[in-house]
């Protein structure tokens, strides 16, 4: 399959803050791609570099087959964008939204009416089409937008956190929604700040950080970068680890950990199951009493805290990234 998002080496300063550093990538055509990272660390800029909304200070990309900074306006009709910043008027009807984008993209009434009570049907928003906009719920207007972006059918559509600021339910709506869209060949570039919702709904995930790609692969593939399941026990009485930790060695897949202070043993094994039955059979025919065990399988949370030495919700709380945006373009104004 031909890549149909190539970036490479997106440089993008505000000022002396560097929000690209060198920024690579890749999405081959049909594929999802979750671009995962903090707060911060350069995804709505990327998006917007993609989009044609900005230009980089270096580097060239091409979407679509489309040079983005040669040809923008060719590649406008080619691309799909929405996300945290929705753009849909809160006075006009959910059909108004979308007929209006239709005759942004010149497709005429009629076929601009039609295209909208496609798409209504399509998001579940038939019943409200004839409602203002302001008296949506917050999943509705995400539908909503989404559905914007699809009015002129794009090859290649950008979703910048899409489910941030949801409750479950409607996150778990819009999964499904997102999932149906890509069924169809779209090529998706998502941006997240959830390990959940990358590992959910993309074929690879880029992890970014600090303008930066830093890692990349499939949920599965970046899991095993932080090592296989591990056996994570925690005995009674210090005076026990010694005799436990011998008694685990057959069973490990590995260097055993022992961390003193806690009574914890960690034991990185191959079958996690059948080994964490085991170890317990083990211990109980030495008398090791444990005060806890569990069998432990890395998340994407490891993978991000293994890959930049702090973890993604440090970062993530406080503020939210709606509101630290725009804070800092209305500075820059
Ligand atoms: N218009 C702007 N002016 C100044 N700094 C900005 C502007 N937009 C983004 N930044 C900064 O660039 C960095 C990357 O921002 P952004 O791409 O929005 O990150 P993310 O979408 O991953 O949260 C952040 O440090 C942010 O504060
Ligand atoms: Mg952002």
Do not use: C
């Not at 479950?168 to 997240?192: K, S």
């Not at 591990?230 to 260097?255: C, F, M, P, W, Y």
């Amino acid at each position: 399959m031909p890549d149909a998002i190539v970036a490479e080496g997106l440089v993008k300063r505000y000022g002396a803050l560097v929000a690209l550093d060198g920024l690579d990538l890749r999405v081959p055509q049909g594929s999802v791609t979750a671009l995962l990272g903090p707060n911060g660390a350069g995804k709505t800029t990327t998006v917007r570099v993609l989009s044609t909304l900005l230009i980089p200070d270096a580097g060239r990309a091409t979407v679509a087959g489309i040079d983005v900074l040669r040809d923008p306006r060719a590649l406008r009709s080619r691309i799909g964008a929405s996300g945290q910043y929705a753009a849909v008027d809160e006075y006009l009807t959910g059909s108004e939204n979308l007929e209006m984008v239709g005759r942004l993209y010149h497709m005429g009434v009629r076929r601009s009416k039609e295209r909208a009570r496609e798409l209504l049907e399509r998001f579940r928003l038939s019943d409200a089409a004839d409602r203002p906009v302001r008296t949506y719920s917050g999943g509705m207007r995400r539908r909503l937008d989404l559905a914007g972006a699809l009015v002129a059918n794009p090859p290649v559509l950008f979703l910048d956190e899409p489910t941030t600021g949801l409750d479950p339910r409607a996150r778990l709506d819009l999964w499904d929604v997102i999932e149906e869209l890509v069924a169809g060949g779209t090529t998706l570039l998502l941006t997240t700040q959830y390990m959940d919702e990358a590992d959910r709904l993309a074929d690879a995930i880029a992890v970014i950080d600090h303008g930066r790609v830093i890692a990349r692969g499939t949920a599965d593939e970046l899991k095993t970068l932080v090592g296989g399941d591990r056996i994570e026990l925690t005995v009674d009485h210090a005076d026990n680890i010694g005799v436990a930790t011998q008694a685990l060695k057959s069973l490990a897949d590995g260097e055993i950990r022992v961390e003193p202070g806690l009574r914890r043993i960690i034991v990185p094994v191959s079958d996690g199951s059948q080994a964490l039955v085991a170890a317990i059979g083990k211990l109980a025919e030495l008398d090791v009493r444990l005060h806890d065990v569990g069998l432990r399988r890395p998340s994407l949370d490891d993978v991000f805290l293994s890959l930049t030495g702090h973890e993604a919700e440090e970062l993530v709380n406080g503020g939210g990234a709606a509101a630290e945006f725009e804070t800092a373009e209305g500075k820059s104004r």
